[in-house]
C-alpha cells in the first residue's frame, strides 16, 4: 500500500515510511507501560484491553486527509497494538512448561508472519480495485471479530502474581534487565535483524512497481507470500532450541538471511523472489530464538523483558526504514546492499559478544530441574 499512499499524498517513499515509521515507534514506546501495567492487573486483562480498541483506533485512518492525520493515526494504532505485544510471551512464560514454551514462542511468531502476509496482500489488493480507506474498514471489522474471539478462548491465568507497586518500583526490572548482557545483546540482535526484515520487503515493494518490473500494486503486495518461509522457519527454530545452540541458530539465520538479499539483487523476478524467502526464513529464525532466549533467561519481570525486547525490535524497524530506503533513493540496490551488509556484520559481531554468555542446553535443563 505504501506506494498508492505515496502516490495518493504526492510524497516521496522516504516521506510515506512516516506511516509505518510513526506506529511502530509508538509500539517500541508504549511496550514498558504497558508490561508495568500487566505486573498489577493480569497479561490477560491487558491484551484484551489492546485488542478491543485497535479497531476503534483503526477507524480514525478514514477521518486522515493529510500525510499528518494519517500518521497520527498509525500512532495511536501503534500504541494500542503494544498492549498485546508487550505481554503475551509473558503470559505464555507464565502458564507453559519450559519444554513448552519453544514450541508456543515459535508458534507465535509463525502467527505473526501470517498475519503479516494476510494483511499486505489484503491491503494491497483491496487498495488497488477499491481505495485503502476501504481497505482499512475491511480489517477494522477483522480486529473486532479477533478480539471477542480472544476473550472467549483465552484461559485465565493460574500463575500470575499480582506485583503491586507505583511504575517507577516496576521500572526497576528495566534496568535490571538492561544491565544483563545476555539480555542486552539478544535485544540489539532484534532490533538489527526488524530493522533489515522489514525495510528489505518495503524497499522490494518500490522496486517491483518500477521499471523494469512495473508490476501493479496488487501483484506487487504478493511478494508478502514469501512471509511464508517466516512461518516456517519459526516453528523449526522451536526444535532447533531443543537440540541445538541458540546463538549458533542465530548465526545460522542471519547468514541465511544475508544470502537473500545478495540473491535479490539478481535483475530476474525468480531470483528476486527466492531472496525474499531466504531473507524471510532467515529473520523470523533469528527473531524467534531471540525473543524466546530473552523471555527464558530473565529472571523476573519476564513481562517487561519481552516487552524490552520488543522496543529494541520496532525501533530498529522504524529507524531501518529511512536508512535502507534512503539507499534505495540514492544509488538503488546497489547501495541496500551496502547499507544491509553494515548491519549483517553488526548482527555477526553481536552474535559473537552473546555466545560467552550463552547457557547451554543441557546446563539450562539442569538449572530448571533443579
Known amino acids: 500500500m505504501l506506494p498508492l499512499m505515496a502516490s495518493h499524498f504526492n510524497v516521496s517513499s522516504t516521506q510515506i515510511n512516516w506511516v509505518l515509521a510513526a506506529s511502530t515507534l509508538t509500539l517500541a514506546l508504549s511496550l514498558i507501560p504497558w508490561a508495568v501495567y500487566s505486573e498489577t492487573v493480569g497479561r490477560r486483562r491487558v491484551m ?6 485497535l479497531p476503534f483506533v483503526g477507524l480514525m485512518l478514514l477521518a486522515s486527509e493529510s500525510l499528518i492525520g494519517l500518521a497520527l493515526s498509525r500512532a495511536a494504532m501503534g500504541a494500542s497494538l503494544a498492549g498485546f505485544a508487550a505481554v503475551a510471551v509473558g503470559y505464555m512464560a507464565e502458564e ?6 519453544a514450541l508456543a514462542v515459535g508458534t507465535y511468531v509463525s502467527a505473526n508472519s501470517l498475519g503479516g502476509i494476510v494483511g499486505r496482500i489484503y491491503g494491497g489488493m483491496i487498495t488497488q480495485y477499491f481505495n485503502w480507506q476501504v481497505a482499512v474498514l475491511g480489517m477494522a471489522a477483522f480486529s473486532l471479530f479477533g478480539a471477542i474471539l480472544v476473550m472467549r478462548l483465552l484461559p485465565t491465568q493460574r500463575h500470575f502474581k499480582p ?3 507505583m511504575f517507577f518500583h516496576h521500572n526497576r526490572g528495566v534496568i535490571r534487565h538492561l544491565k544483563d548482557p545476555k539480555l542486552r545483546y539478544a535485544m540489539l540482535l532484534g532490533g538489527v535483524n526488524f530493522a533489515l526484515f522489514v525495510n528489505l520487503y518495503s524497499v522490494t515493494a518500490f522496486r517491483l512497481v518500477e521499471p523494469p518490473y512495473e508490476l501493479p500494486v496488487g501483484i506487487a503486495s504478493m511478494i508478502f507470500l514469501c512471509y511464508l518461509a517466516g512461518t ?13 545452540s541458540v546463538v549458533s541458530g542465530i548465526v545460522v539465520g542471519t547468514l541465511i538471511s544475508a544470502t537473500g538479499m545478495f540473491v535479490a539483487y539478481i535483475d530476474w523476478l525468480a531470483a528476486l523472489i527466492g531472496g525474499l524467502l531466504l531473507i524471510g526464513f532467515g529473520a523470523f529464525f533469528v527473531h524467534s530464538l531471540a525473543y524466546g532466549f530473552v523471555s527464558q533467561n530473565a529472571i523476573q519481570a519476564k513481562a517487561t523483558a519481552t516487552a524490552l525486547y520488543l522496543v529494541h525490535y520496532y525501533v530498529g524497524g522504524s529507524l531501518g526504514g529511512f536508512l535502507l530506503i534512503y539507499c534505495w533513493q540514492q544509488g538503488g540496490w546497489e547501495a541496500v546492499i551496502i547499507g544491509g551488509s553494515v548491519l549483517y556484520v553488526i548482527m555477526l559481531l553481536l552474535c559473537r559478544a552473546l555466545r560467552s554468555y550463552e547457557q547451554r542446553p543441557s546446563k539450562l535443563k539442569e538449572a530448571l530441574e533443579s
Not at 507453559?96 to 514454551?101: D, E, V
Open 48 to 53: 484484551l484491553i489492546s485488542l478491543f480498541l
Open 232 to 244: 516456517i522457519s519459526a516453528r523449526l527454530s522451536g526444535l532447533w532450541r531443543k537440540r541445538y
Open 163 to 165: 506485583q503491586p507497586g
Open 96 to 101: 507453559f512448561s519450559p519444554k513448552a514454551l
